[in-house]
């Protein structure tokens, strides 16, 4: 449903005006249903505007440009994605933590698919401020684990440290052969995530610097 | 030194004339070198021309596109970078193999940092012809440790594979990391490489389809 609808004698209803923080919000929205329909890269201005019913010109008035608008989309996803997976703070026993948002991160990804992968070509995008943006993705979610690690009794070594974000390279791997080929079961590919991530630990708990 | 070199005089040295084969090699080879000097999206038609002192037409008529180019120079690397990783054959233990290659592969990638990255941009892009160059070196690699697995008593079931395959991603980001900040010995980064797959590879074998 777009703002430009017609009524029903074929002429433009009123536009109603949207304010700044509205319209900016607007056409996030709008850019991530197209990003659902047709990947990140297939993303143009063009077809913001014509969902939207506003001039392209409009649009760059909120975004520079087309890389600009590309990279406020892939920094939302990321901080939705980082949001959905959120450890539970009532949970003590960190395997536990693990598991659960193991959950969520599989939930995701499954509902999710194209933005996801929208966020991992960042990860070794030619673009900077893109790579910076799912590169702050794994450090958060590297943070959130060695967090824990104390509580498992594991030192946060240098080892211990490139593993864990090496860890989240691996699941990201997984996950995007998951989805697309579906060979486990959802139980089955919760359980290797869930597995791997303290056997990496512990195998970088024995490396010396 | 280009075959466009001028004598002393300052007129042009007769330009030797190369056969297909030869002129070919020696396109893939500036352009590897200006891979390592500038990275592989930096690498241009002109810039290539330029260093053979041949026309950009000429380059045209052995690649038809800049993407063309690149892509020969990315599926040239991924070769490379398997047969230098190429497990002893002499080797009969899977861990002492494990180790010599991961050897290798360390060596590859402190040689070969530019060229490395540019392989693995493609494991992610847009290109579905670069995306297969990439995916092709994570199979061969993924099949050659799998073919070890029968002698440690891993059966190769999907978790198994997938978990391989998980394994490449897991030391391109960790080997990605370590040539830039290097807070590991080059003993440690090999010990951390060498544990990480055994200890994998384990996990994922107690998981069930």
Do not use: C
Request: proline share 4%.
């Amino acid at each position: 449903m777009t703002v430009a609808d017609t009524s029903a004698d074929g002429a433009p209803t009123r536009r109603r005006r949207m304010g700044p923080q509205e319209r900016r919000r607007q056409l996030l929205d709008l850019g991530q249903e197209l990003v659902a329909e047709r990947s990140l890269e297939n993303v143009t201005i063009e077809a913001v505007a014509e969902r939207a019913g506003v001039s392209r010109g409009l649009i760059f008035h909120y975004f520079e440009s087309k890389q600009d608008f590309h990279l406020a989309l892939v920094r939302e996803q990321a901080e939705v994605m980082l949001a959905r997976t959120m450890p539970p703070a009532d949970v003590a026993d960190p395997l536990e933590v693990l598991s659960r948002a193991m959950d969520a991160y599989i939930d995701y990804v499954e509902q999710n698919h194209a933005h996801y992968i929208g966020v991992l070509r960042g990860t070794l995008s030619v673009d900077p401020a893109m790579r910076a943006v799912a590169d702050s993705a794994r450090i958060a979610m590297t943070e959130r684990i060695l967090g824990h690690a104390p509580d498992l009794g594991i030192a946060v070594t240098p080892a211990v440290e490139l593993t864990v974000r090496g860890w989240t390279a691996y699941v990201e791997d997984v996950m995007i052969r998951w989805v697309t080929d579906r060979q486990l079961s959802r139980e089955a590919i919760h359980a290797l995530l869930v597995a791997s991530l303290p056997a990496l630990a512990a195998a970088a708990a024995t490396v010396d610097t």
